[in-house]
């Protein structure tokens, strides 16, 4: 492979082909495509920016679409095609693009999420728009070939640079078959997150987010365009911790231990990806010598789960003042559980008197302690 600095062109065996319109670069084979047929032993090739074509065996070939070079075959190229043809192939970005010729633009929506809320009348469900809801603050896209990454972005809703329209995302993909996941959450500052694969996303910072998934295998069959919509499902179960007696102005954390249950999901079923549960510390906000209380979330390896829930309450060096063991607590996806009852006294084990109300879907689950 040669480049000729004087007339801006690619040599390759010095033989000529001309009317190429087009070269791409697959980075899933690590190839190069010409008329869907192998050019094997090539030495040299010369492209031309002002006729837009490549030049091979002194020979014309007219309507080339694309040019695969076979890493496993005797071609020889070398990295500048890349450099030159195909730096956009597979690029996207949630800004509207121009694909190449052998791309089909591809656009998500999020056009809601199925949300239950409590001031519904039997537990209806509505569906209302990432935009309008505010307890998610980031969406994220990523397009999977196999288990590699071929595309990801995320919205966040705080950064209008991110986005023109919160919810939609533009990209171009080549012909082929995707698995697409969805994920709109919440988000503080230090928050760690992460899809690591069609079937793996986790928190790997202390505490799990509001979280709703989506996930979709998307074929590309032609260079058509393809609109493709995502309804987002809560994924989560919440837990509600209340205290029925004061907080004492020591006591200025809550600890949480789940024994079920984890901090990651597989985005192709919304589960849990581990069932051994976790901890997380919440600061009541609650002024000292008022009852307090603190929500979480956590995700289940199935759809329900039952499962002892311990409660600290500790003071600023996380010394433990007191701690509650609430065994048989029923946990469902998409619904609040409710603990309430003495937090602050002395160590004991709450028994399991509860009783259903209604939030969410339709919950709560109420267990008195």
Sequence with gaps: MNINKFSNSLILDN???SSVKSVVYNKFSNSLILDNKSVSSVKSVVYNKFSNSLILDNKSVSSVKSVVHNKFSNSRILDILFVLFVFALTSCTSESESPSALEAPVTVSVSDFAVTVSDFPDAQTRAVSPASYADVKALTLIFFKGTENVYEATQWKSDATSYTTFGVFTCSLPVGTYTMVVVGRNYSDGDEFAITSP???????????????????VTIADTNPVNLSATLSRIVARLIVKSTD?????????????????????PSS????????YTLTNTPTAAAGQTAGV?????????????????EALDAANTVLSTKVVPNVPMKRNKTTMLSGAIYTDASTAT?????????????TTINF
């Design 15 to 17: 033989k000529s082909v």
């Design 270 to 277: 919304g589960l849990a990806t581990t069932d051994a549960g």
């Design 246 to 266: 004061p907080r004492p102005a020591e006591a200025v954390k809550i600890r949480t231990t789940y024994a079920k249950g984890g901090k990651g999901f597989d």
């Design 352 to 364: 399991s008197t509860f009783q259903l109300d209604t939030d969410w879907l339709p919950g709560p």
């Design 199 to 217: 079937t793996a996303a986790a928190y790997t910072s202390e505490r799990v987010r509001e979280t709703f998934n989506y996930s979709e295998v």
């Design 295 to 311: 929500f979480n979330f956590v995700f289940l390896a199935s759809d329900e789960e039952t499962m002892t829930i311990t409660i």
